[in-house]
């Protein structure tokens, strides 16, 4: 085995514009980076809220290996008793105790190397959830010793509560990186003690909208401050997505950087 490691990350996945996106490009992706693992945020897959046995297997069928979540994580009642059975989907370390599903999990690359992925969601503008920092470090202790890589996705609002949890796993974890807001940021780095982090990997799903949402309704809502129906936009996905490579001896991050893939339509 390479002691290389490859880790695709891919931000939200918005509604139908962000799977049609990865299936027309991931497999090549995949292939051209040497992709060992593909993680992505699954929250928004099944119409912008919430994912679905369906949308899961889909992704599933495409390379990725973990499905992390967030806020939106229980908008598809089916996916409270489906995450109960698919370790390959996970929500947030510190829900509430009563949440069926974990927020962790340990899953394989093809060539054998263990890889834990953890997910937490911060409070900052978000909700009364339990700490993440007290959650991902019970998490931390329970990781077995021949695991080669720790991923963290941190599900929040505030950058500045992102970029807290880079530092508090700043030499313990390989990559830490933030989901939700939906917009890349190109803040990529691989701190002093080896961990790569960014505050926010972006969304794959259409830019031509209000963060995968069509404009009309979501303006509107801005504007008049009374309720609207939001509606994910079906088509024009761009894939933003982190690729880090980890040395599997030490789980320390070696290079980190973005990538881009641009609407076909």
């Given at each position: 085995m390479s002691d290389a490691l490859n880790i695709l990350v891919l931000g939200d996945v918005i509604g139908r514009a962000g799977r049609r996106a990865l299936d027309d490009h991931l497999p090549r992706l995949?292939?051209?980076h040497r992709v060992d693992f593909v993680?992505?945020?699954?929250?928004n897959l099944a119409a912008g809220f919430g994912i679905t046995a369906k949308t899961?297997?889909?992704?599933?069928?495409?390379?990725?290996h973990v499905l992390t979540n967030g806020n939106h994580c229980w908008?598809?009642?089916?996916?409270?008793?489906f995450i109960e059975q698919e370790?390959?989907?996970?929500?947030?370390?510190?829900?509430?105790?009563?949440a069926p599903g974990r927020g962790m999990t340990i899953q394989e690359t093809a060539a054998g190397h263990r890889i834990a992925v953890l997910n937490v969601i911060g409070q900052v503008f978000m909700g009364a959830w339990d700490c993440p920092f007290a959650a991902v470090d019970r998490a931390m202790e329970?990781?077995?010793?021949?695991?080669?890589?720790?991923?963290?996705?941190?599900h929040a609002e505030a950058t500045s509560e992102k970029m807290a949890m880079g530092w508090h796993l700043n030499g313990r974890a390989s990559?830490?990186?933030?989901?939700?807001?939906?917009?890349?940021?190109?803040d990529e780095?691989?701190?002093?003690?080896?961990t790569a982090y960014q505050t926010d990997i972006g969304m794959t799903g259409s830019y031509q909208s209000i963060i995968g949402m069509r404009v009309d309704g979501a303006l509107r809502r801005m504007i008049e401050r009374l309720p609207q129906r939001f509606e994910a936009v079906e088509r024009g996905g761009s894939i933003y997505a982190t690729l880090v490579t980890v040395d599997s001896r030490t789980r320390r991050a070696t290079a980190i950087r973005r990538i881009h893939v641009p609407p076909a339509e």
């Open positions: 995949i292939d051209e993680i992505a945020n699954g929250e899961a297997d889909e992704m599933f069928a495409l390379g990725v908008d598809q009642r089916e996916f409270l008793s370790k390959r989907c996970i929500r947030p370390l510190n829900f509430s105790a009563h329970e990781i077995p010793d021949d695991v080669s890589a720790i991923v963290v996705d941190m990559f830490v990186y933030g989901t939700h807001t939906h917009v890349p940021t190109c780095t691989i701190r002093p003690q080896g």
